[in-house]
């Protein structure tokens, strides 16, 4: 069973930057498409940006384009998300996510066979 460990939450002040890292435990999926998600208190996990096996192909939740980037090293087997110009309602429990298809990463509901057990995102106003 693959696991994905998410790093780099913390607490920031808005209008500061953070960045987060994923590392996959299998070189297997070493070129997976992965994503990034998130849940706020109370409520839904949403999508917050996805990038392809080759990382030819990303996608962007409206609410983070411009401000968010996602990234991979398939060499490393780790995908990253920097973040920047946070805000306090980027607040959120962000997991990595993994699967085979990419559709599953990217519709509505997501359904990716493969989640991180999640990194706190403190964003502090």
């Known amino acids: 069973q693959v696991q994905l460990v998410e790093s780099g939450g913390g607490l920031v002040q808005s209008g500061g930057s953070l960045r987060l890292s994923c590392a996959a435990s299998d070189d297997t999926f070493s070129t997976y498409n992965k994503a990034w998600f998130r849940q706020a208190p109370g409520k839904e996990r949403e999508f917050v940006a996805a990038?392809?096996?080759?990382?030819?192909?990303?996608n962007y939740a409206g609410s983070v384009k411009g401000r968010f980037t996602i990234s991979r090293d398939n060499a490393r087997n780790i995908i990253d998300l920097q973040m920047h110009r946070l805000e306090p309602e980027d607040t959120a429990v962000y997991y990595c996510?993994?699967?085979?298809?990419?559709?599953?990463?990217?519709?509505?509901?997501?359904?990716?066979?493969?989640w991180g057990q999640g990194t706190q995102v403190t964003v502090s106003s």
């Open positions: 996510a993994a699967d085979a298809s990419y559709m599953a990463l990217t519709r509505t509901p997501a359904r990716p066979n493969y």
């Open positions: 990038i392809s096996g080759t990382g030819k192909i990303i």
